[in-house]
């Protein structure tokens, strides 16, 4: 598979570790009331779709840009990267 | 019609114009007792023992495609008892220990072949490891020997002792582990559901369940609504995509583990060998075929192939335990779907909705859990309270903190 | 022997002859023959046996797709199991042996499974060997497995070299027939980098075996003309001998490149094979098509050839298979081969053509609307039995039948992604389906377009399209006049009625009937007729076999071809040598191996190394006189602890954290709070995963408010800079922190035992104050050593020892530890290895792998009340977990046997004193054990249940593997120095 990095184009995908679902991203707040709760939907629980994915890729052999790839999970098409930094921020992480 | 050598002979002189379908192909009855989703080996085996040992009247087995097509027609072949965690060690214990009675039970020859099974140890620390798991294996009721290196040289003089990267100290040898023919486990279990009244209804999708007030009362599907009193879902490879169906997010992603095998050899390893230092493991089927494989490719997929790095992984691995093995060549590669759990352990339970139960999150082990899983879906389907020996396989248990987490991955299923 | 069929003509050199040896008998040939080329030249049918009744075979085709002609090539490190003859390029002193055959091929043994074929019938296995039960692994399967497998390895290493390399390219050509040839030139002069990968080592496809002109040029001599000018040019990259062998994600091919299996021992420094990974924009499959055969009556015989191959054998390589060779055809190509012939003055005794209109074909009897209904000759063909069109039976003699049923498209590259070919009804034939793997786009033949001028055309406009979208113009190039026959073609797949077998899968001997039981017994899925037959797994995966087990499947279902079923196709396109695949990574080269900055240094002293992951670290250092490793061991545990000792810590991790939040940051990371750590002090850490279990361990040492050095252990160095890096971005996107992994850019040692300072005031510069009070335990601070040298230094201890670690820049460290061993001699200091080391953190009872082993919490390892609760971190959430915190919940505890001279063993599980010993009542287990020379007895620690409660209870350590049963008395896991007196001295 290639990657087409953000900052340094077409890579191959072995260049780069997998975690998983971007939503790992949206870590709950620790003060909430269901916090328990939320952190294991959080964790443990994946939509899993036989489709586009949103996914966690790390460039590990590279820049250490966490990068988040959509990506079929049927075909394996890849029809956008990102920096994940810059996905956090839109989902509204900051410190 | 049984099947046995006197009646091969009786066949081959009357022309094999006696040989009757292995199984039949019913159309849909308009509602079962109980209706399984998924004709691979675990809803084979599970319609089996309804019957069988449940005398549960009307079973039907679901099929999108042809029976064992998906992960028990592409697996590694690999029987074991080889737990660690009080979990699953009751499981797989009984999942064994019915192998060993399984040929006799279907009147199916599966080639239950157990020729030992050999995980390589390369460090102390590894030893140190095997050591706990052999003990809990032996504590547990299952066969563990710890060899040095020169007990690994008697069984396998042929792997790399000179000039190895990762020298071999030992190894945790299970000599009741084996392989089995895997495409015999589902015709097996098809044709002995079938003798016994199952229907067997192949290309037949469940698009939906009809979920009443809470209550399912049967599948909607390619071929027609089918009622049941029961729905069981078996669709490993699938489990998220046929239970969101049901409205269910599951602690499940499905990933492609690759297996290959080599053109044919005449004789060369007699039992399991697996790589303490690399991901590579390795049997020998009767045909002569090199059978092994290595590690998932690491991303999320439903699509039935792999990769390179894998591939290329898997032989460098294989290659440094097993020089001999240069000029041989890989024939085939294959990928099946896996369904990798949160702790890499499995699911049997039910579920929110009533009436609905759910089998899957068997990550690359589910074919040799296949006996035992049959039986305790079976069991919980039939009686609703779990089979004790599938009692830690509760959906709720990352709610609970009662993970059964064998590599100690954590919550990374692509690592288990 | 003598080249009784070999011919004038062809593309040999026969300036160059060789010589080889087949079954132990020595034959001539040429350079550019193939073993089966030159075999048949020498008048040789026979050069195989099936696998299952081990009947003679001969070969069938003249490719990679050969079932029947497989050899175990050369011997020794080099032997080669199930080479096929058809591609084996004769190179003098060839050496070939037969296989599966004993004691030879001509009088096999095993052929006697042959008179028990009607037992012995499509998966009679499955219903039999069941009784009694123990009997299928001690009798009947090592019978089945050794009657089985095809070749045989010779056990000894492969002393050839393998390489991998990669290559970039906008258009992959796979295939050099007439509509590679043309895509290469198109793209070519377009200024495209271009590759074009060939298996074959002459390029030109069946160009180089047809006699039909291009233009004025016979079709060989405009092959080379073309290679010619591609090998002219830069941007072209010709690979012939290579073998695309798969099509993966986005572009990416697998490549088998031979490149030295056509001498008999690869030049020096040359690899024997490379496998290339080519990234290509583009990709045109121009694979060609593959002729089929048709089954009936002992079809199998050696001599029954596709009239493809017959046609290769003559015009390539000027080899006659056999003096009289009879046609059998259901399409024209049939004629064209009886043509060939005759115009190389080979006698074609009749041709059959199953179409009752077929043509007449000069020269020869043309029997149409006949069928070919048996064979006879024991170990060759010596005549066909015929049905004529009325009915009637007519035997004709001949040595070799070209049999044509129509052409196979080579979709296999079409398919690696799952994608399905399609149906075309005027071919009666698979082509490929719309779901092609991205960017791959198939020409000539492979897409059905079967007459040479199709394929030149569709050619050249498949790379100009392929070209035009990724932006490069390509300009039509001027395409020869070639052949353009419209296919005429009856589709007919077996011939019923026969009285013997019809095979299907020459190699692995299914038959017609075996088809037909499969259908009986309801496996009609295609998928099930495979695995259950076992048609189309053998070594050629169903090239020569699929498809017409489909289409008798198909007849006997009453359903059409299409609706019975496709077959589709696995990487590789041919087997692959796994040499190929490892390529250098094998032996000591299969992981790299990372060195300490002390290695050479602690060669020099004869330290023992061990593998610590990727690293190799001293694992003890022998002296003269010691016999066994626990005497070094103990010597350097009791010398550290009455004197000092120096271990080298340098694969620790290190991760450098800079930035306003870095404070801020750690205190997500690490379970425990680091806000408030003085600058100048080092603290302490515990990660969990956010799952709540530990994972990793370590120290943080800050130097500056925004600076702070963290320590992993050496099992996690990458584990942990992931996380942080994942944290930082993904997490906390806007917190002011950067990290850089700093584990190789510093040595690191730790000296340890009471003299550690004294040594050390010796090599760090005297301006710095290393007293109790100047610089305390846990103290940390920018040094300077040997005059100047810049170092980091921290007062931790491992040991349980007053203790500092010291590192300098990575390429100093060999000096510092010469410099320590040297200022240390007044002291006695020894190096130290890590089984010193785990000795020594065992008797300290601290958490190392074995503990922190991805399932015990901070509970567990006695540290819970470490996790802060005041603040987030990464873990504190899902730690509180009921189930993790239940009141037996293991915990961290000691142990020591109770008889004094009994050994503990790590991986020992916990039993009560008295009572059952199994599973269901285990307590826990020992992690780590290890023989303390402080208290002269073996110690353990371990994960008890309510340990912490259980002190001063005697349980039992239970180790069935090894029979063994001791006492052990719980005790607290710090067994030296609990209070930690000695570390603050």
Known sequence: MMIDHPLLGLRDAQEFTYLGDASLIDRPDWRSDTAQEEFHDYLYLRDNPAGEHRELWYHEAGDRSWLVVTRNMLTHEITQVELARDVARARGRSK | MAYSGLRIIKEALTGHKGWRPAWRDPAPKAHYDIVIVGGGGHGLATAFYLAKRYQTAKVAVVEKGWIGGGNVGRNTTIVRSNYLLDGNQPFYNLSLRMWEDLEQELNYNAMVSQRGILNLVHTDAQRDAARRRGNAMILAGDDAELLDTEGVRELYPFLNFENARFPIKGGLLHRRGGTVRHDAVAWGYARGADRLGVDIIQNCEVTDFRIEQGKCLGVETTKGFIGAGKVGVAVAGSSSRVMAKAGMRLPIESHVLQAFVSEGLKPIIPGVITYGAGHFYCSQSDKGGLVFGGDIDMYNTYAQRGNLPVIEDVVESGISLIPALGRVRLLRSWGGIMDMSMDGSPFIDRTQVDGLYFNGGWCYGGFKATPASGLCFAHLLATDTPHEAAQAYRLDRFRTGRMIDEKGQGAQPNLH | ?985
């Not at chain 3, 069946?206 to 000018?229: H, K, P, V």
């Open chain 3, 1 to 985: 022997m003598t080249e009784v069929n070999r011919l004038d003509g062809g593309q040999i050199n026969r300036a160059k002859e060789v010589s080889f040896t087949f079954d132990g008998h020595r034959y001539k040939g040429y350079e550019g023959d193939t073993l089966a080329s030159a075999l048949l030249a020498n008048g040789e049918r026979l050069m195989g046996r099936s696998f299952k009744y081990h009947r003679p075979r001969g070969v069938l085709t003249a490719g990679s797709e050969e079932p029947n002609a497989l050899v175990e090539l050369r011997k020794g490190g080099r032997q080669e199991p199930n080479t096929r003859a058809t591609v084996i390029e004769l190179f003098d002193g060839l050496e070939a042996a037969p296989q599966n055959a004993w004691p030879s091929l001509r009088f096999d043994a095993m052929a006697v499974n042959d008179r028990f074929s009607n037992f012995l019938t499509a998966g009679f296995y499955y219903k039999t060997f069941m009784w009694p039960k123990a009997f299928w692994e001690k009798i009947y399967e090592p019978i089945i497995r050794k009657a089985a497998g095809l070749g045989s390895i010779s056990f000894e290493e492969d002393p050839d070299l393998y390489d991998k390399g990669f290559l970039h390219c906008d258009l992959l050509i796979i295939g050099s027939g007439p509509s590679g040839l043309a895509a290469a030139l198109t793209a070519g002069r377009s200024g495209a980098r271009v590759i074009l990968a060939d298996e074959d080592f002459r390029m030109g496809g069946r160009l180089n075996s047809e006699t039909l002109a291009l233009g004025d040029q016979s079709g060989a001599d405009w092959a080379a003309a073309a290679i010619a000018e591609l090998a002219d040019m830069p941007n072209v990259r010709l690979m012939s001998r290579t073998t695309i062998v798969g099509a993966f994600d986005h572009g990416t091919y697998g490549a088998v490149e031979r490149v030295q299996d056509h001498v008999a021992v690869p030049q020096e420094g040359k690899p024997r094979q490379i496998f290339w990974r080519i990234y290509s924009r583009r990709a045109l499959l121009c694979a060609g098509a593959m002729e089929r055969p048709i089954a009936f009556a002992d079809n199998d015989r050696p001599g029954v050839m596709l009239a493809s191959a017959v046609r290769s054998y003559l015009n390539r390589w000027a080899a006659a298979p056999a003096q009289e060779i009879a046609i059998f055809t259901n399409n024209d190509d049939g004629h064209r081969t009886a043509a060939d012939l005759i115009a190389k003055g080979v006698s074609v005794p009749a041709v059959i053509d199953v179409r009752a209109d077929a043509p007449s074909v000069a020269g020869t009897e043309l029997l149409a609307g006949a069928e070919v209904i048996g064979t006879s000759g024991r170990l060759g063909l010596s005549s066909v039995t015929v049905r004529l069109a009325n009915g009637q039976t007519r035997k004709v003699n001949c040595g070799a039948l070209a049999v044509s049923g129509g052409w196979n498209p080579n979709v296999h590259l079409t398919c690696h992604q799952r994608g399905r070919p399609q149906w075309d009804a005027d071919l009666a034939a698979f082509v490929p389906g719309t779901d092609l793997p991205v960017g791959m786009s198939v020409a000539g033949a492979a897409m059905g377009q079967l007459s040479t001028a199709q394929a030149l055309s569709s050619g050249a406009c498949g790379a100009a399209t392929a070209l035009e979208a990724i932006g490069i113009t390509a300009s039509a190039i001027d395409l020869p006049e070639a052949e353009d026959a419209p296919i005429s073609l009856k589709p007919f797949w077996h011939v019923s009625g026969g009285k013997s077998r019809a095979w299907v899968d020459l190699q692995n001997d299914v038959t017609v009937k075996d088809v037909k039981l499969a259908h009986q017994e309801n496996f009609v899925s295609v998928e099930h007729l495979k695995r259950y037959t076992t048609l189309g797994m053998a070594t050629d995966q169903g090239k020569t076999s699929n498809m017409l087990g489909l289409a008798v499947m198909a007849e006997l279902t009453g359903k059409s071809i299409p609706e019975t079923g496709t077959t589709i196709f696995r990487p590789p396109y041919t087997p692959v040598a796994m040499g190929t695949l490892a390529g250098r990574a094998t032996g000591k080269h299969f992981h790299p191996t990372r060195k300490t900055p002390s290695h050479r240094w602690a060669e020099e002293q004869g330290a023992v190394f061990t593998e610590v992951g990727d690293w190799l670290r001293a694992q003890w250092f022998p002296k003269a006189g010691e016999t066994h490793w626990r005497q070094s061991v103990d010597r350097e545990v009791l010398q550290t602890r009455n004197s000092v000792g120096v271990c080298d810590v340098t694969t620790l991790g290190k991760i450098d954290v800079q930035g306003k939040d870095a404070a801020a940051f750690l205190n997500k990371m690490y379970a425990n709070a680091f806000a408030k750590l003085p600058v100048g002090k080092v603290r302490y850490g515990l990660m969990l995963r956010e799952d709540g279990i530990a994972y990793d361990d370590g120290t943080a040492a800050r130097f500056a408010e925004d600076h702070f050095v963290v320590t992993t252990t050496t099992a996690n160095a990458v584990l942990v800079y992931r996380n942080m890096e994942f944290a930082r971005q993904c997490l906390f996107p806007d917190m002011d922190v950067q990290l850089i992994s700093t584990t190789e850019a510093w040595a690191q040692f730790a000296v340890a035992g009471p003299n550690a300072r004294k040594l050390l005031q010796k090599v760090v510069d005297p301006e710095f104050d290393l007293s109790n009070e100047g610089f305390p335990f846990m103290a940390c601070g920018e040094v300077t050593v040997a005059g100047g040298c810049r170092a980091r230094l921290f007062r931790i201890s491992f040991s349980g020892e007053l203790a500092y670690e010291i590192a300098v820049p990575t390429r100093y460290g060999d000096a510092l530890v010469r410099r320590l061993m040297e200022a240390g001699e007044e002291f006695g200091v020894v190096p130290y290895g890590t089984e010193a080391l785990g000795v020594m953190r065992i008797e300290k009872g601290h958490a190392a792998g074995n503990e922190l082993n991805g399932t015990t919490s901070a509970l567990n390892l006695g540290m819970g009340r470490m996790v802060s609760k005041k603040k987030d971190c990464i873990g504190n959430t899902l730690s509180e977990r009921e189930g993790m915190n239940e009141e037996d919940a293991l915990k961290l505890v000691g142990f020591r046997p109770v008889k004094s001279d009994e050994t503990i063993s790590a991986g020992a599980h916990l039993m009560n004193a008295s009572g059952a010993v199994n599973a269901k009542v285990d307590q826990g287990y020992v992690t780590s054990a290890a023989y303390s020379p402080v208290l002269e007895s073996s110690i353990g620690i371990g994960f008890l249940k309510n340990g912490d409660a259980r002190k001063g209870e005697i349980i039992r350590a239970v180790n069935p593997l090894a029979g063994q049963e001791i006492q052990v008395e719980v005790v607290s896991a710090h067994f030296v120095d609990p209070e930690g007196e000695r570390l603050r001295a």
